[in-house]
């Protein structure tokens, strides 16, 4: 499973853009990109999933350049129940998605 | 309800009692998953079922974990002779297969004391 970096944490104020950057190097062939949040006491909660270039739903943007070595989550106007924790992992699509969390990054919304 | 649902949502225990957590997945999704949580970190893979077969249990950290998903629908992970160590949130998740995106439960939160 590939291991994904992303920092440990990000704040920013309430209306703003914010985008948080995952690398993953060793990213295979068949492996995906997807994001999820989670707040506290409750399980994590589906955002976006790519493969590359772009994709876009009613909540994020999620960008991955041509290598594929890392990919931006992009949440378009921030509000203060954007506060949470948001993991990006790299799931192997040939089997099951068995996935790996780090970490994940800390987000603060500050009004 | 349509999405997943873990019971009991928090469970105390004392040292070397076993536990049952239970989880009721997404109807009609193949995939069943069970994660670690612990405080302040992103959840571990500990199993995973696809209908009643148990295909990978390698994040299991110890043989007093046990899980079982007999009829391909409700899943149940057992923890024997439960240790301090043991406290965390365990968190479910179902699929529909493939690279589909995992729904989570809101987890059970397990002390033990």
């Known amino acids: 499973l590939a291991k994904t970096t992303q920092p440990i944490s990000m704040d920013s104020y309430e209306g703003q853009e914010v985008n948080i950057t995952c690398s993953h190097n060793?990213?295979?062939?068949?492996?995906?990109i997807t994001w999820y949040q989670q707040f506290p006491s409750q399980g994590p909660r589906f955002i976006i999933q790519?493969?590359?270039t772009k994709v876009t739903n009613e909540v994020a943007s999620l960008f991955i350049p041509a290598d594929r070595k890392s990919s931006t989550l992009s949440l378009p106007r921030v509000s203060l129940s954007d506060t949470a924790v948001y993991y990006c992992?790299?799931?192997?699509?040939?089997?099951?998605?068995?996935?790996?969390f780090g970490t994940g990054t800390k987000l603060q919304v500050i009004p | 309800g349509a999405g997943v649902s873990q019971s009991p949502r928090y469970k105390v225990a004392k040292r070397g009692q076993d536990v049952a957590l239970r989880c009721d997945p997404i109807?009609?999704?193949?995939?069943l998953f069970w994660y670690q949580q612990a405080l302040g970190q992103g959840p571990e893979f500990l199993t995973y079922?696809?209908?009643?077969?148990?295909?990978?249990k390698s994040g299991l950290p110890s043989d007093r974990f046990f899980a079982e998903r007999p009829e391909g629908s409700v899943s149940t992970l057992k923890i024997q002779r439960t240790q301090q160590e043991d406290s965390a949130v365990y968190l479910c998740?179902?699929?529909?297969?493939?690279?589909?995106?995992?729904?989570f439960g809101d987890g059970t939160r397990l002390s033990i004391l």
């Open positions: 998740a179902s699929s529909s297969g493939g690279n589909q995106p995992q729904h």
């Open positions: 060793n990213i295979a062939t068949n492996d995906y």
């Open positions: 790519g493969y590359k």
């Open positions: 992992l790299v799931a192997y699509s040939g089997g099951y998605q068995k996935v790996t």
């Open positions: 109807s009609g999704h193949v995939s």
């Open positions: 079922f696809q209908n009643e077969a148990q295909l990978d």
